[in-house]
């Protein structure tokens, strides 16, 4: 595989929009193209992650809308891929692999979505469709459930009582909602409580309303490109050393939802790739979707031994200047979740940690970082591990 | 064309009809419920049809508070061991939502099923959801 650099990143803030998908998404692509020195005529072929088009705006095949909006040649191919949550990583890893494997030199990548148009009902619907469709659905499940589900079995699994992994759950959104008040981009910049949390109004026992990240709309893009040719265009290169991605099945399938088969996976594959483990990442974006989630991917993705994620939280190590800082950004849960550009997001917080230019949630010495997505019932989970010289 | 061993239309048949349906690898003896193309630890497609035990053990739940559209919630979801082995995700019927608590895992409960008429005369298809009560 040919070594892949990244050229631009770019993003708006989060939020709720009033833009359309098409225009939030030319705002970072072509903020990520200004930091490349480089056209849109340039880009040979597009990679959009995007859910749900078509609820939300009545846009089907957004892709190759999104090319034409940014002035992509008529010809260069934009495909929009769909994994739930980790459809914009799931795209990122799609265009390094076509960057590395010499299909192409000079690509985009990135997500856009605009979730706040639906209301909460229509979107609560729409993203309980990444349940399984005859089997699970019926029940009214949703995503918050599938991760309320998680924690009550953590629970049980560990043997640890409700309130404490809730006082540690709490714990984390402090720490999130502290991390977005240091940036712009977030969609929530207010410090909260543990009592904030803890008298939240309850969303699917045990988790409450600030155990949940919000729905928010957003776009995300980086530029990919083979860095043999390219590196010396940017001043601070940052390589996509390694990539991995997983599936599994539907919940009752996987059956132990306190370890999830698709992100283990896919963290061994971008670890093993990039030739390091767990301990040789500086700074980690991990899918917060809710308080729970952000607990157990520690263990999964070897920052805690299974079982003691919460005593990880508990000691501080995943704050800004703990052992292995998570979420420097706010993650979904300040920061906010346009769901199908999320993954990007959270390479763009990567980029930006490795080039040094996060001023206040800055990671101090940051050289390799980890993006870790996951979408629907931990069905799809993408990592990419990125690195700086 | 290969035959489909057990159609999602059967297994609901069969649940309407107070059966649980299901396929047992003829490889490995594996139980499959719900049914699938094929076996969920070996692989192979051959299997025989047959009824299993409707009991089970709970191993995960919640109370939904805020549900999707046309649901009205609280209502309990759990995720059910069956005594074949299988999980199962349904709906904790017959107990006051507010009285869920962790107790309810490892407690044992009898599996039904809700069936779910089409949402409009012109289109969907009718659907299912297990429904499970307290031994």
Known sequence: ?389 | MRQYPLTFNEFKQGLQDGKLLGLRCLDCGTVVVPPGAVCTSCGSSKFERDSFARKGTIRTFTVIRVGPEGFQPPYVVAMVELRDGPYIVGNLVGIEPEKASLDLIGKSVSVGARIVPPESPEGGVEGMAFAFELE
Do not use: W
């Open chain 1, 1 to 389: 595989m040919r070594e892949v650099v990244v050229l631009g990143v770019g993003m708006t803030k989060f939020g709720r929009s009033e833009h359309s998908m098409k225009e939030m998404f030319s705002m970072a692509a072509l903020e990520a193209l200004e930091e490349s020195g480089l056209e849109s005529k340039d880009l040979q072929a597009l990679f959009i992650g995007n859910v749900l088009g078509g609820f939300e705006e009545g846009q089907m095949n957004i892709a190759p809308f999104l090319a034409d909006e940014i002035g992509m040649r008529h010809g260069a191919p934009a495909t929009r891929y769909e994994g739930a949550c980790a459809s914009a990583t799931v795209a990122i890893r799609h265009a390094a692999l076509m960057v590395g494997s010499g299909v192409y030199d000079l690509v985009m990548a990135g997500g856009a979505e605009r979730t706040t148009i639906m209301g909460t009902p229509l979107a609560t619907k729409t993203f309980a469709m990444g349940s399984h469709s005859e089997y699970e659905r019926f029940t009214g499940i949703t995503f918050p459930g599938i991760f309320a589900m998680v924690a009550h079995q953590y629970c049980a699994k560990y043997g640890i009582a409700l309130a404490d992994l809730k006082m540690s759950m709490a714990r984390t959104a402090v720490k999130n909602h502290h991390n977005g008040t240091l940036n712009p981009l977030a969609h929530f910049k207010k410090e909260i409580t543990v009592e904030t949390v803890l008298n939240g109004p309850m969303i699917a026992d045990p988790l409450q309303l600030f155990d949940c990240c919000p729905f928010s709309d957003g776009a995300a893009a980086i530029v990919l490109a083979d860095a043999a040719k390219f590196k010396n265009k940017v001043r601070t290169p940052v390589y996509v050393a390694g990539t991995g991605q997983g599936s599994a099945g539907s919940t009752y399938r996987q059956k132990d939802l306190t370890r999830m088969a698709a992100r283990e996976a896919a963290v061994r594959q971008a670890y093993d790739q990039a030739g390091i483990g767990p301990s040789d990442v500086d700074v980690c974006e991990l899918h917060d979707c809710f308080t729970i989630a952000e607990v157990v991917a520690l263990e999964m993705l070897g920052f805690a031994e299974f079982g003691q994620g919460p005593a990880a939280v508990d000691r501080g190590d995943t704050s800004l200047t703990g052992r292995i800082p998570i979420n420097p950004s706010g993650g979904l849960k300040a920061k906010g979740h346009p769901i199908g550009a999320t993954g990007a997001a959270q390479a763009y917080e990567i980029v930006k940690q490795l080039r040094g230019e996060c001023g206040e949630r800055q990671v101090n010495g940051a050289k390799i970082g980890l993006v870790d997505t996951l979408g629907g019932d931990f069905s799809t989970v993408c990592s990419l591990v990125l690195r700086r010289d």
